[in-house]
């Protein structure tokens, strides 16, 4: 241990008289003020200089008094930046406008009700010093509803190897884990890809990563846990409004239009991340009337800058064929409508053969 601890003294003197700063962490917070400050604890847990990393807190227009609190935090520590935006836009804009001004060598993401593993940092930042890599990969632990914590790491035959953008979309990717945090991203790397979160809406990410993936020459494991994800009833995938849910669909929407888009050059991956949009996002929250008692046009009005591809999805995928089966057969309606997914789909292609036979 003595040994470990010395190494990354060593190290983070070394940056510290090359004048480099190593590590940006962007966080985005609304409303958080019970948790950001255990989060950034964390962050200031890491042992090197603080001219060696920054941290990048953006407000989104927060109600309580979370700013405050970061700006009495930051008043402390000169490398932190609170950034405030002036209309809540969500976590999207909140990174966006983090990768636009950091300055590290490299990114790394942090909720604020989640905390990092300065020692799981620590290995991914030491490889990366070394190989460069686009984007490195720490495994992570999670919370479940009942408190317990569990941990989530990749095949042992990747560990500390480098794989091409293919291989890993190919043969490692895992969807329902595909979120900012689980990764270190060299910052010209990831400025250069164009890609970026949709703002002003939930689950801006689903899709991010994949994007973010595809364009990586160099995608680098390393062994050691560097986050802690908590579970949080009051987080945005939570959230059950007519609203959360409307942007739900829009998510899952998001996965299956990139599913299409890579079928003939990646087929595993547009199989993997169509089926988690069709099946996670957009099926699981139909079914069960968490949307079906609502028109598609009433959801689609409660999402802002909606695309005429979203309204006419939506309709493909729930609400017409709902609408029609619930008024004409509203018994046969409420019994599938309390199964899942294939039942649903069943639901649809029975309203189609109704249709049909009115017709004849």
């Known amino acids: 241990m003595a040994f470990r601890f010395i190494g990354a003294a060593f190290w983070s003197t070394n940056l510290r008289i090359k004048g480099v700063l190593k590590l940006t962490y962007i966080i985005p917070v609304y409303n958080s003020v019970d948790c950001v400050i255990v989060c950034l604890e964390g962050i200031y847990s890491l042992p090197f200089n603080e001219n060696g990393f920054e941290v990048i807190v953006v407000d989104d227009c927060s109600t309580d008094n979370t700013l405050d609190a970061l700006n009495d935090y930051a008043s402390k520590h000169s490398n932190m930046v609170v950034l405030h935006q002036e209309v809540n836009q969500r976590q999207g804009a909140a990174r966006n406008r983090g990768i636009d001004v950091a300055k590290g060598e490299y990114i790394a993401f942090c909720d604020a009700d989640d ?27 999670y919370e479940t509803s009942d408190g317990a914590w569990r941990l989530f790491e990749m095949p042992k035959e990747t560990r500390n190897k480098i794989l091409t953008a293919s291989d890993y979309l190919n043969i490692y990717y895992t969807c329902y884990y595909n979120a900012p945090w689980r990764n270190l ?3 010209d790397f990831l400025r250069k890809t164009g890609v970026r979160f949709v703002e002003g809406v939930r689950w801006e990410d689903c899709d991010w990563t994949v994007k973010v993936y595809a364009q990586a020459k ?137 249709r049909v036979s009115r017709k004849k």
């Not at 689609?300 to 729930?318: C, F, K, P, R």
Request: a positive charge; aromatic letters at 12%; glycine letters at 6%.
């Open 218 to 354: 160099t995608i680098q494991f390393v062994e050691g846990v560097g986050y802690r994800y908590a579970f949080n009833e009051k987080s945005v995938s939570k959230q059950r409004s007519v609203k959360a849910m409307s942007e739900r669909v829009y998510a899952g929407l998001r996965l299956i239009k990139l599913g299409d888009e890579v079928r003939e050059q990646m087929p595993s991956l547009s199989k993997t991340i169509s089926d988690e949009g069709k099946n996670y996002y957009v099926d699981d929250t139909i079914r069960l009337r968490n949307l079906t008692k609502y028109s598609s046009k009433q959801c689609a009005e409660l999402v802002e800058n909606i695309g005429e591809d979203h309204l006419n999805a939506l309709a493909h995928y729930s609400w017409p064929a709902w609408d029609s089966f619930f008024i004409n057969h509203r018994h046969l309606s409420s019994f599938f409508l309390l199964f899942a997914c294939p039942m649903a789909g069943a639901g649809r292609k029975l309203v189609n053969t109704l």
């Open 185 to 187: 991203y060299r910052t």
């Open 115 to 141: 905390t990092i593993v300065a020692n799981g940092v620590m290995n991914a930042l030491r490889a990366v010093s070394e190989t460069k890599a686009d984007i490195c990969y720490f495994d992570f632990e």
